[in-house]
Antibody, heavy 114, light 106 residues
Framework: QAQLVQSGGGLVKPGGSLRLSCAAS????????MTWIRQTPGKGLEWVSY????????NYADSVRGRFAISRDNAKRSLYLQMNSLRAEDTAVYYC???????WGQGTLVTVSS | DIQMTQSPSSLSASVGDRVTITCQAT??????LNWYQQKPGKAPNLLIH???TLETGVPSRFRGSGSGTDFTFTISSLQPEDIATYYC?????????FGQGTKLEI
């Protein structure tokens, strides 16, 4: 059974950094594009970044470009999101997800507040 | 990016009602459309892929249809456990974008 287990997240001050992790099992992680999606309280779903299976294709939403970095380690079956220069508007639940097949992590809350 | 316009944004219905949600893409996405159900505090749960194919274990009262730019999601007879927010998502072109969501209430 496919599973994505997230870790990281928490409370951080504006301007601070945080790293999210996502561990995959039950599907061929190394063949899958992966993505980070976030959801602000009471709002909809916004894609943040995606990364190809080999790591050669990457893209970021304009709102995070230059501040966030997505990466993966296929040997460890893991996806990461390094978040720097965090702002209050980055406060959200962050989900990792695989693309085709579509599997989602459980989500982790990131709160940016002084 | 492909924009997905979902309507209505909220919907109040009664148990047993037929409920319909629409999703429109800004360009032809063939049938590359997912429908998700999200309950409070939980990750979205994939109900339908390829616009009309039910995931294993999803009740048959859920139905998806459409292709190209216009899609419909229907619950034939609303049940109390269907109270949730529903999202469409296109996966024809990266980034895979979402509709704004439809909050279903009884």
């Amino acid at each position: 059974q496919a599973q994505l287990v997230q870790s990281g997240g928490g409370l951080v001050k504006p301007g601070g950094s945080l790293r999210l992790s996502c561990a995959a099992s039950g599907f061929t992680f190394s063949d899958s594009y992966m993505t980070w999606i976030r959801q602000t309280p009471g709002k909809g779903l916004e894609w943040v970044s995606y990364l190809s299976s080999s790591g050669t294709v990457v893209n970021y939403a304009d709102s995070v470009r230059g501040r966030f970095a997505i990466s993966r380690d296929n040997a460890k079956r893991s996806l990461y999101l390094q978040m720097n220069s965090l702002r209050a508007e980055d406060t959200a639940v962050y989900y990792c997800a695989s693309l085709e097949p579509f599997h989602w992590g459980q989500g982790t809350l990131v709160t940016v507040s002084s | 990016d492909i924009q997905m316009t979902q309507s209505p944004s909220s919907l109040s219905a009664s148990v047993g009602d037929r409920v319909t949600i629409t999703c429109q893409a800004t360009e032809d996405i063939s049938n590359y459309l997912n429908w998700y159900q999200q309950k409070p505090g939980k990750a979205p749960n994939l109900l339908i892929h390829d616009a009309s194919t039910l995931e294993t274990g999803v009740p048959s009262r859920f139905r998806g249809s459409g292709s190209g730019t216009d899609f419909t999601f229907t619950i034939s007879s609303l049940q109390p456990e269907d109270i949730a927010t529903y999202y469409c998502q296109q996966y024809d072109d990266l980034p895979y974008t979402f509709g704004q969501g439809t909050k279903l209430e009884i």
